[in-house]
């Protein structure tokens, strides 16, 4: 929490100058000769390009995804002079704080509970009235994670249960410059970003508490690090094109590895503070197509995208010398693959609206991705599922929601498992049913429930190595407020 006091100070004595451990538990000997990345979790982005209709996702800089009214706005809590000058100047200061207090109480690695947070604190200047850039942007925010994380040590599975696990601690999470052209149609953003706050994002799947149902699990688990994405970031720049009228073109170039290590190191570790900045690794291209629509008069967001890792993989079953990794006689170090690539759909789409009460709606929405099963522990992984909004009477602002999470081990890995006489990992499955509350305009409280089926795809039981890991039930509940 030292880092934020002091933002906070720098951000005020500003204001009158003119112009992203939270990685899974080692495989132990028993559970298999693979190594996998520490996912990187986290929440998703803005809702972008869909009808001004369309409630907004919760994101890391507005948890709430609108329902809290205005933007929260730090600058209230300064003198009115001084309040006043930041507006003038463009300055806007966000704050919100999430904890999550979530526990496994069936099967898994253990029972037990655990409370995990995260405070997010960000400043937004119009460089316009802050610089005289017209349609500039600068944007910064720095995260403080902070508790005990509860998927590593009780459950072992692979779709994290909170979205805000990660390694305790502040740290840098983006810091970024953005320009827009031709009257805001297109811009072009530069500088550290977090993808998953544009790329890949769902709007009504970011309902959840899940980690899964934000940035998805395929590129947590097949990209660097988890990818740059929550609570990571990586040099980049993005370019967003809007072509047609509901047709958007997004797409970008990042440091593939946060970190900067191996592929089965962990980022946060090597990367503490959100610094490094490297830029001495592969890169990461990433195109998305979006199209918003209406059918029937309800909005929808329909996106195809693919993206493309120029670095190194290691293979899920071959060492380099050709033989099984499990082979005595290999040496076991992978065999190395140049590049990685995979494709993806998301879907969000309005189903229902009532005739008397404009709030209340039924949305549907679907994520898929595939990858190569030579060098990725997830091939396919895929979560969807139903959002309500305005789901009680006297409640317009709630939301009821039920999401399924499929993740498929790859066959390259499953295959190494019974080199080494391991039962074979297959498919995890979880539902999640969660209610968000929105308490009052600085306050909303979400009651969760998830349940996990195969944890990790077929893992054994640490404690009791003659069973897999048994299914879980992870129940909680989440307050976020927002200053």
């Known amino acids: 929490m030292w880092l934020l006091p002091g933002a906070v100070a720098l951000a005020v004595l500003l204001c009158p100058l003119p112009a992203r451990a939270c990685s899974a538990p080692e495989p132990s000997a028993a559970q298999g000769a693979w190594t996998r990345p520490c996912p990187a979790g986290g929440l998703e982005g803005p809702c972008s390009g869909l009808p001004r209709k369309r409630r907004a996702a919760p994101s890391f800089l507005d948890p709430l995804g609108g329902r809290a009214g205005r933007s929260p706005d730090l600058g209230a809590l300064l003198p009115r002079k001084r309040r006043a000058a930041a507006s003038l100047r463009g300055i806007t200061l966000h704050l919100s704080d999430s904890e999550n207090l979530l526990g496994n109480f069936a099967g898994g690695v253990k029972q037990g509970s ?3 947070g995260l405070t997010t604190l960000s400043i937004d200047v119009r460089a316009g009235k802050a610089f005289g850039l017209p349609g500039g942007a600068v944007h910064a925010s720095v995260l403080d994670i902070h508790g005990q994380p509860l998927t590593g040590p009780y459950l072992d599975n692979l779709q994290a249960a909170n979205g805000n696990e990660g390694r305790d601690g502040a ?3 983006e810091l970024w410059y953005d320009q827009d052209f031709d009257h805001g149609r297109d811009d072009v953003k530069i500088g550290q970003q977090s993808i998953d706050n544009e790329f890949i994002v769902s709007s009504d799947s970011g309902l959840f508490v899940n980690t899964m149902a934000g940035w998805p699990l395929l590129p947590s688990f097949d990209m660097y690090g988890g990818g740059p994405a929550y609570p990571l970031s990586s040099l980049g720049a993005r370019l967003r094109a809007r072509m047609t009228h509901g047709v958007t073109v997004l797409a970008g170039a990042f440091d593939d590895n946060p970190g900067g290590g191996r592929f089965a190191q962990n980022a946060q570790v090597l990367d503490p503070n ?22 029937a008069g309800l909005p929808g967001s329909y996106k195809l995208g693919a993206w493309y890792d120029t670095g190194l993989f290691p293979d899920e079953y071959l060492a380099a010398d050709g033989l099984s990794q499990a082979d005595p006689r290999s040496g076991g170090v992978p065999l190395l693959h140049h590049g990685d690539a995979s494709v993806y759909g998301v879907v969000d789409q309005t189903v229902w609206r009532s005739p008397v009460r404009a709030a209340r709606a039924l949305n549907v929405f679907g994520r898929i991705m ?30 009821f ?9 790859s066959g390259r890995a499953a295959e190494l498992d019974r080199a080494s006489g391991l039962p074979a990992q297959g498919v995890e499955t979880l539902v999640e049913l969660t209610y968000l509350a929105q308490v009052a305009r600085w306050l909303a409280l979400q009651p969760d429930l998830q349940y996990i089926v195969h944890p990790g795809g077929g893992l054994l039981d640490p404690a009791d190595p003659r069973h897999l890991i048994r299914n879980e039930l992870v129940a909680g509940v989440r307050a976020v407020v927002t200053f």
């Open 401 to 409: 929601g039920i999401d399924l999470g499929i993740g498929h081990v």
């Open 274 to 295: 959100g610094t490094n900045f490297n830029l001495n690794t592969g890169t990461l291209y990433i195109g998305e197509l979006q199209y918003a629509t209406a059918v």
């Open 171 to 173: 740290r840098l999470w």
């Open 114 to 116: 655990t409370v995990q």
């Open 370 to 399: 595939g990858a190569p099963d030579d060098r990725n522990l997830i091939d396919v992984a895929f979560n969807g599922g139903l959002t309500v909004n305005d789901p009680l009477p006297g409640r317009p602002d709630d939301q």
